[in-house]
């Protein structure tokens, strides 16, 4: 799509604004993005669904061109302040990562407001797995350098991480990645605290009685640990399906979009004819 025909504005939520921008047709995708990263992270899917779906992406706070400022236990309720001013009663949810641990902190909190859920390599509050040193995320570690005024040792050591890899993506989204990356400020990490990390609620047990349908897009080269957290959450949710892609790795969306694409694409417009 024309990026002249996206509608963009700024949500008013508390400590500041939310960048976002809407565009498309159809039943609404809310795309939640990842740690470090920005809206931009879904130009892959946008461009493809909008034609199907109306599309909707935002800078969380914290990050990108929002100047709300960061704190993971505000989030979802800057979901409800933003789907509230768009006046949308209910929305398909994707959340990608970091983005997957508040879209599921959202499904627990406001399930009514959710026709389904779509999740990336998200993070279980609550549910602790081993983790090879390899695929740790030190944040602490992370924010030391950021403090210091290291941002750019940092930028290197996350593009090297795992979680990073983008071995069989194409090179417009590998240079995506790279140019949100070079982009990031680390606002969140220079205010870095654990116990903004905190959950108060028992999610899993909340999302036992999820009933909206669950969508899990795992790529197969995912790590060891949000492997794990996609199996829990597999014998969690009543009704969920989960599509490997093959080629993948955490960044799943990135690496094999067209197959991302039309899987995300089948399961929404799936809910909306099982609704209609």
Known sequence: MNDARRQRLRVDVEGGQLAVERSGEGPTLLMVHGWALDHRMFDPQRNDLEGDLETIVYDRRGFGSSSAPPDLRR???????????????QAHLLGMSQGGRIALRFAAEYPERLASLSLQGPVIDGFSV??????????????????????????????????????????????????????????????????????DGDVLRELARFQQP???????????????????????????????????????????????????????????????
Request: with cysteine; charged share 30%.
């Open 214 to 276: 669950v969508l899990l897009l795992t790529g197969a080269r995912e790590t060891q640990a949000r492997k794990a957290q996609a199996d829990k959450l597999r014998h969690t949710f009543p009704d969920v399906r989960e599509v490997i892609l093959e080629r993948s790795g955490h960044l799943s969306n990135l690496t094999e979009p067209r197959a991302y694409n039309d899987a995300l694409r089948s399961f929404c417009l799936g809910v909306e004819t099982r609704r209609g």
């Open 130 to 199: 081993e983790e090879p040193e390899h695929e740790r995320i030190p944040v602490a570690d992370y924010a030391d350098l950021v403090r210091a005024g290291n941002l750019p040792e940092f930028r290197r050591q996350w593009r090297d991480h795992p979680m990073m890899a983008l071995d069989h993506a194409p090179e417009r989204n590998v240079a995506l990645a790279r140019t949100m990356l070079e982009d990031y400020e680390g606002r969140d990490l220079a205010a870095f605290r654990p116990e903004q990390y905190a959950y």
């Open 75 to 89: 989030e979802t309720g800057d979901i409800v302040q933003l789907l509230d001013t768009l006046d949308i009663a």
